[in-house]
């Protein structure tokens, strides 16, 4: 079978009437995204990229000071794929002579697309790694917050995202009640980072309502809450979601229904918490009135759900988008604190989980298959940054970040190289990122697409996309791995990113360890001879590419692994957690002591600089939330077919309750001005009755395109995002934690009534 494998999951390749290639879902796979079928559209669109382009007075001058502020001002010039390699080449020989290989940034981060092989960080990594290293990244935009916290607290980094859950078939058994915190945003479990064979959050979480589990979502948006039976929706206000745990957490101590045993045997500091919980330390007890006062949800609705959690087996998940907001880490260790005081941690489908439906694996009860990746080598140079600081590094260089009880220097960076990623539409306020980019001597970008951030280099290489490229597609978190065939030829001249980064490496005298003396057909057989090395059940190599993909335990339900925390609750001395205590820890010792004002040493609430009850309310009254696109994987596909039909009038839609569109004299339809002191963004109102008012939804992924007047014409949400992070421990991105005001643009058609 001729597959091609995405983030989205995999496809059929076949041709239609006229010989052409198209796709088709893959026939194993009972829910397939829609997303990825006019993929083949992107091959010969014209904002492909089409051959090496350098920037005019960079190729005329050099990289000279001040030759930045006319990054994307300015035309580019068409090279040959030997000069861009000379150029490059001489700038990496430059910069790590002159000022050494820390002032190049190659954290490069971004999904780029599924494949083991062709991932375009590792292959730019291993060559910057022989070339003398880079300054890096640590930590993700998805998880940054949560993937600080919970090591400490929990012993689990972002690699076991997948173990804070308890699997959905276990759920479906045995747990009676699903409190959710943001909901099952069903889109998004389209997507698994490296491919998926088989889409079945959706149809897991059906499941779980027909065996009859009592689903509770609080949410700011009714879509955040599955249709059919057996479904509760209570609105919250945006970033309150803590507080509202902190109400339960204070009417189970009062009541008495705490498990006393469970936080003796596996839990450490619960003292601390207790004091804070009833006011010992500021004089505020956190109970059901002063969680209601801040969150908006009834007092009584609290502590029915407090007590519904103690009585049932219960399992309370948080969504990833609430850990992407200030103080982002609070939902996630106070939904700890709660479900360990609730007692049902380490229960068969209870306690807590993080994710479910935030990507396909989350939950799923397969065997996961984990194997090689194309190897990134070691990196000599020690300094890194936490992945949301990237602005700070360029517009402080030699200055310092706090993170995670360290103090980071921030070098001096001259020249980045980035490549699979977009951080013009991934990194919040895009404007003054913009400006941060003027400061190095050379930018990089390694791009099929005519992205804002392949505008904003000096040096474009356009790289072959996925489809028109082998590889071998597998994800660490699934059960699924496919040989991904090229569907089409690359358009003449282009070439993967492999292929030109082998003629830098032929400059910089790397070539034999960069590509091992091996070519792409050779690499992709290593690789998969390290999956079978692992699980020699695989079929041999030439049987796998003609059939097209393999499975472990293929069109099973595997067993429901042992959930992570089973054994850990059964005895926690002969199971500690990787914590350092070996316990669960609602106190963290290590937290308090790092001193952080905005980050104490147990779960609290605290109000963000950006939310409905802050004074900058009064100005900008409309806490915006950027979820993840329904229609594409973050700016990727934009032009594909899925993604421009889901526009109103060429723009973005955004979503506004019908009381708010009223009161501002909006109609359905209207092009509208989202702005704050940060950017203005054009986007279509849509009126969701289901969404809480005083609330905004702009997903995020629109083409950041700025207008003469500065005004994104492409509706992208980081354009009105601050870069102030969730908290000092993690330097997490925090979106959502954005106010902004709306206006009309532009009323097109009927006038209003
Ligand atoms: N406001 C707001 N902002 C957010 C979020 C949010 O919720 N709200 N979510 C955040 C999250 S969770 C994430 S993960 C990030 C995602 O942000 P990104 O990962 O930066 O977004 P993508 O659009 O997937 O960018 C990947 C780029 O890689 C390119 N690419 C694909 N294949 C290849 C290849 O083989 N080689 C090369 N060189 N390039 C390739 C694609 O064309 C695309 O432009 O966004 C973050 N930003
Ligand atoms: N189709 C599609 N799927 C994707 C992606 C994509 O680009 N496209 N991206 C993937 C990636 S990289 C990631 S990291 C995951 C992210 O997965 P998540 O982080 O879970 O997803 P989001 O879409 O950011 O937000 C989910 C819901 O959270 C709600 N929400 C936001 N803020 C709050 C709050 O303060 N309180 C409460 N209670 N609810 C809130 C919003 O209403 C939103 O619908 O999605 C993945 N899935
Ligand atoms: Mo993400």
Request: aromatic share 10%; charged share 20%.
């Amino acid at each position: 079978m001729h597959l091609f494998a995405t983030h989205f999951g995999t496809y059929e390749v076949d041709a239609d009437a006229n010989g052409k290639p198209r796709l088709l879902p893959f026939r194993h796979d009972p829910d397939p995204s829609g997303m990825g079928l006019g993929y083949l559209a992107l091959g010969d669109h014209p904002q492909r990229v089409k051959t090496p382009m350098v920037r005019r007075s960079w190729l005329e001058n050099g990289p000279l000071a001040g030759s930045g502020r006319l990054r994307g001002r300015e035309e580019f010039v068409a090279v040959s794929w030997d000069e861009a390699a000379d150029l490059i080449a001489g700038e990496i020989r430059r910069v790590s002579s002159v000022h050494g290989n820390q002032a190049i940034f190659g954290g490069s981060y971004g999904w780029a697309s599924a494949g083991r092989f062709h991932h375009a960080q590792s292959q730019l990594k291993r060559l910057l790694n022989l070339a003398g290293g880079f300054t890096s990244s640590v930590n993700t935009y998805s998880y940054g917050a949560a993937g600080v916290l919970l090591p400490h607290v929990l012993g689990a980094d972002y690699k076991d995202a997948c173990d804070t859950s308890p699997s959905w078939s276990d759920v479906a058994d045995h747990c009676r009640l699903l409190v959710a915190f943001g909901g099952f945003r069903l889109t998004n479990a389209q997507v698994e980072a490296g491919g998926t064979g088989s889409h079945r959050a959706t149809e897991w979480l059906k499941r779980c309502q027909e065996k009859g589990v009592e689903i509770v979502v609080f949410s700011p948006a009714a879509s955040d809450a599955p249709q059919g039976g057996n479904v509760r929706y209570i609105p919250l206000r945006p970033n309150t979601d803590a507080a509202v745990m902190l109400g339960m957490c204070h009417t189970l101590l009062i009541k008495g229904l705490f498990d006393c045993d469970f936080l003796n045997r596996c839990t450490v500091g619960f003292s601390d918490f207790e004091s804070y919980l009833i006011g010992e330390i500021d004089g505020v007890a956190k109970d059901a009135g002063w969680a209601s006062s801040i969150s908006g949800v009834p007092r009584e609705t609290i502590v029915e759900i407090a007590e519904n959690l103690h009585d049932l087996p219960s399992l309370i998940n948080v969504a990833w988008s609430l850990q992407r907001a200030q103080f982002g880490e609070q939902p996630f260790w106070a939904a700890i604190a709660l479900s360990s005081m609730a007692g049902h941690v380490g229960k068969a489908g209870c306690g807590f989980a993080f994710g479910l439906t935030a990507v396909n694996s989350v939950g799923q009860p397969v065997r996961r298959l984990k194997g090689p990746a194309f190897d990134q080598g070691r990196n000599p140079v020690q300094h890194y940054i936490p992945v949301a600081r990237i602005t700070e590094l360029l517009e402080n260089p030699g200055g310092t970040v706090e993170y995670d009880g360290k103090v980071l220097d921030l070098p001096d960076i001259r020249l980045i190289w980035w490549a699979g990623g977009n951080p013009f539409h991934h990194h919040q306020d895009l404007n003054r990122l913009a400006e941060a980019f003027r400061k190095p001597e050379t930018i990089i970008v390694a791009e099929p697409m005519w992205t804002a951030t392949a505008k904003m280099a000096d040096i474009v290489l356009p790289s072959a996309l996925p489809f028109e490229r082998d590889d071998i597609a597998a994800s660490s978190r699934d059960n699924w791995l496919v040989y991904s065939r090229r569907a089409v030829e690359p358009p003449a001249g282009i070439l993967s990113d492999h292929e030109f980064y082998c003629l830098v490496a032929d400059r910089l005298g790397l070539r034999q360890s960069f590509d091992a003396g091996l070519n792409t057909d050779e690499w992709l057989a290593r690789i998969y001879e390290g999956y079978r090395e692992r699980y020699p059940e695989l079929p041999d190599f030439q049987a796998f590419r003609l059939r097209g993909f393999a499975a472990l335990d293929e069109g099973e339900d595997a067993p429901a692994p042992a959930d992570h925390f089973r054994r850990f609750v059964n005895d926690p001395a002969a199971a500690p957690l990787k914590t350092p205590s070996g316990l669960i820890e609602i106190g963290s010792a290590a937290i308090a002591g790092f001193g952080y004002a905005d980050m104490p040493g147990h779960p609290v609430w605290m109000p963000p600089a950006e939310w409905l009850g802050a004074p900058l309310a009064e100005k900008h009254r409309f806490h915006l939330l950027s979820p993840q696109p329904a229609h594409r994987l973050h700016g990727q596909l934009e032009y594909a077919p899925a993604s421009q039909s889901a526009k109103r009038h060429g723009a973005e839609q955004f979503l506004l309750s019908g009381v708010d569109a009223v009161e501002l004299g909006l109609i359905d339809g209207d092009l509208c001005e989202i702005y704050n002191d940060r950017g203005r963004a054009i986007a279509a109102l849509t009126v969701d009755a289901g969404l809480m008012p005083g609330v905004t939804v702009l997903p995020a992924g629109g083409w950041f395109a700025p207008d003469a007047d500065g005004v994104d014409q492409g509706g992208n949400p980081n354009t009105l995002t601050d870069i102030a992070p969730a908290s000092t421990l993690s330097q997490a991105t925090a979106p959502n934690s954005c106010l902004v005001s709306i206006r009309l643009w532009k009323r097109i058609g009927q006038q209003a009534a």
